[in-house]
């Protein structure tokens, strides 16, 4: 029998894996893909993501490789107007933004210097027996993999979860996201000189970043749609239908979305679950996505993925137990995931109102208390001395 067993080479995965390897476990990692491709593009790592990468030992490479940010101002709809100033909330200042695929790509660097890790590619999870001695899981190939401990970070759709818990599929929240890269020459002039800004009309909205080192400028729109759209990373979109959803925005964000017809356009469907109300059974215990996707409005998916490594690796770490740990580590982290989804979902709704954001009606993203969490330092119920 195994120690550990992760499922998933996502970022909490990795995360999870690299925690328990520092800490001289030897650990299984199954991915269902048979590589791991650089797909994906920006990800945000909230300041208690950062603190959590530094905690495995890569702050110095988020350092080098991650950028800060460059708060976005909001534009009207119609006319372009800038509506608010720069937020200058300390807390946002200390985010950074990274490429998914570098991240990826920099656990797994990590993970494999160890020397205690093992990276099963192209083993895709079909289901999970509980014992009373840990978990068997059962692979789509035939074979199967008993370990003492189970960890479900196989994302928004886990096949963990519904194995363990069967509690459905996420649901469509009936808005679309769009994404396009354009070099920075061509999209500056349409930024009226800032380095992000925000069109926000009463359906729709585009928000354009610089990033890679200020070379290019990611472009994402959210549209609503009453269609079932396809979720993945990877689908195309129809530029057309694109253009369309912004016929009646100021001139510069149809001279930006006109530009999406000549890069490749990708769109993919927002679909949003509730916190499952138990993250383990046994020994099996969900992780990331599995246990908590949001809709990207707070960009909080990475941070709440690397904030759970965390604290489920220091509550191993802490209780020789590990029901206790197990224990520990939902007691913490439920009421966390609980407070990012629904300000999450909250802040969707302020990007239909974003031109009337205030000091006296900030948006969610400016709430500090989603901002001031340490997956460090935060203390557990039953052992308020954790290492
Ligand atoms: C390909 C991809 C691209 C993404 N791009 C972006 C982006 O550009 N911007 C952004 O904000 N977020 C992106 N995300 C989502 C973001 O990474 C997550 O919301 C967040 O990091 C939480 O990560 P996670 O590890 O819990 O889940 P995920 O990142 O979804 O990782 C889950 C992993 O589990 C694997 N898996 C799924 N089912 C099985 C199975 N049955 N057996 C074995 N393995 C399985 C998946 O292949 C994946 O590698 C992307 C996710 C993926 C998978």
Redesign the pocket.
Known sequence: MKDYLV????????SLALGLANRGRQVIV????PSI?P??????LSASARAGLAHLGLGDDIDRLAEPPDPAVVLDWNTGKPLTTRATAKHLWETRRMS?ADLQSLLLARLEATGLAELRLG????GIEIGAEGAVAR?EDGSAIAAAMLFG????????RASLFGDGSPAFSGRVAW?FVLDHGEAAPLMQGFGATITSGPDDSLTAYTMSQGTQVNCVAITRSHEWAAEG?SERGDPAELAANFAGSHADARAMIAQAAKRPLYRWGLFDRPVAPLWAKGRAVL????AH??V?FL?F??G??IEDAVVLDRALAAHDDPDTAIRAYQAVRIPRARQIQEASRAQALAFDRAGQWDEKAPPPFLDPAIHEYDPVTIPFATDTHAR
């Open positions: 499922i998933g080479a996502g970022i909490a995965g990795l199954c991915e269902r893909s491709e797909v994906g593009a920006g990800l945000t998914r083993k895709a999870l079909a692979f970070a196989d994302g928004a759709r886990s096949s963990v994404r990373w992780i990331g996505d599995s996707p949001v990207p960009a998916g990475a709440l993925a």
